[in-house]
């Protein structure tokens, strides 16, 4: 026969057990409910951000990944470090935004009016810009690797240090003209067109091309002392 007291010993050992999974019920049950509550103030950090230019106002926090934006207007706004990675931007109107540090690459934006954007800093890698207007744009330190500029209007665009393809920086200058209001630079100087030396080799994106292979000695065998660099006499 079982003893009661060894009964009552058991039923007091597994008490506490039954108290301890009320606890841990009611703790999980209470992080859900804060979390939950808590969804409304992450939304409102979010605006925030947004409107004032990001967390320590570094950035706009605006997101338009793979967004529809096609013929959307949005004239002098900030979209500083904004992600338009794959967004479809044709025929929409972001002349004088500032983009500056901004994602778009794949972006399309076929006939996009750019006129007057700051564009420095960003990355447009693979980007369509057919027909896109540059008129006055900024695209200083911009990377253009393997985008289609074919058929834009670049009058007074600045893309001095730019990455961008050979083929394509040397069909830009078939037709390259003005200088840009706000740095002063003629978009010719800043794609080097006319320049044997500068950019006129391509980019970092075409390392083979980058820069003509020096030679230790000129025609005559010496170097210029002056720059310490060795090349041939014309």
Same mark, same amino acid.
């Given at each position: 026969?079982?003893?009661?007291?060894?009964?009552?010993?058991?039923?007091?050992?597994?008490?506490?057990?039954?108290? *301890?999974?009320?606890?841990?019920?009611?703790?999980?049950?209470?992080?859900?409910?804060?979390?939950?509550?808590?969804?409304?103030?992450?939304?409102?950090?979010?605006?925030?951000?947004?409107?004032?230019?990001?967390?320590?106002?570094?950035?706009?926090?605006?997101?338009?990944?793979?967004?529809?934006?096609?013929?959307?207007?949005?004239?002098?706004?900030?979209?500083?470090?904004?992600?338009?990675?794959?967004?479809?931007?044709?025929?929409?109107?972001?002349?004088?935004?500032?983009?500056?540090?901004?994602?778009?690459?794949?972006?399309?934006?076929?006939?996009?009016?750019?006129?007057?954007?700051?564009? %420095?800093?960003?990355?447009?890698?693979?980007?369509?810009?057919?027909?896109?207007?540059?008129?006055?744009?900024?695209?200083?330190? %911009?990377?253009?690797?393997?985008?289609?500029?074919?058929?834009?209007?670049?009058?007074?665009?600045?893309? %001095?240090?730019?990455?961008?393809?050979? /083929? *394509?920086?040397?069909?830009?200058?078939?037709?390259?003209?003005?200088?840009?209001?706000?740095?002063?630079?003629?978009?010719?100087?800043?794609?080097?067109?006319?320049?044997?030396?500068?950019?006129?080799?391509?980019? /970092?994106?075409?390392?083979?091309? %980058?820069?003509? /292979? *020096? *030679?230790?000695?000129?025609?005559?065998?010496?170097?210029?002392?002056?720059?310490?660099?060795?090349?041939?006499?014309?």
């Amino acid at each position: 026969m079982e003893d009661c007291s060894e009964r009552k010993h058991i039923g007091k050992i597994s008490e506490p057990k039954r108290w *301890q999974k009320l606890v841990s019920t009611a703790l999980a049950a209470a992080a859900v409910i804060s979390f939950s509550s808590g969804m409304p103030s992450i939304a409102e950090l979010n605006k925030y951000e947004a409107d004032t230019r990001g967390e320590f106002g570094i950035g706009s926090a605006a997101q338009f990944g793979s967004a529809d934006l096609r013929k959307a207007v949005h004239v002098n706004e900030n979209f500083r470090r904004a992600n338009f990675t794959s967004a479809d931007m044709r025929e929409s109107d972001f002349s004088g935004c500032t983009f500056n540090g901004a994602y778009l690459e794949k972006a399309v934006a076929y006939k996009t009016n750019f006129s007057g954007a700051d564009l %420095s800093d960003t990355l447009m890698d693979r980007m369509v810009l057919n027909e896109a207007n540059l008129t006055n744009a900024v695209l200083v330190r %911009s990377v253009l690797t393997r985008s289609d500029l074919g058929g834009a209007t670049i009058v007074g665009a600045d893309f %001095s240090d730019a990455v961008i393809d050979l /083929p *394509q920086k040397q069909a830009l200058c078939k037709y390259a003209s003005g200088t840009n209001p706000v740095t002063g630079v003629s978009t010719r100087a800043s794609l080097g067109c006319g320049n044997s030396r500068r950019n006129a080799y391509g980019t /970092p994106s075409s390392p083979l091309l %980058s820069a003509p /292979p *020096q *030679q230790l000695l000129n025609r005559d065998g010496f170097c210029d002392e002056g720059t310490g660099l060795c090349e041939a006499s014309k």
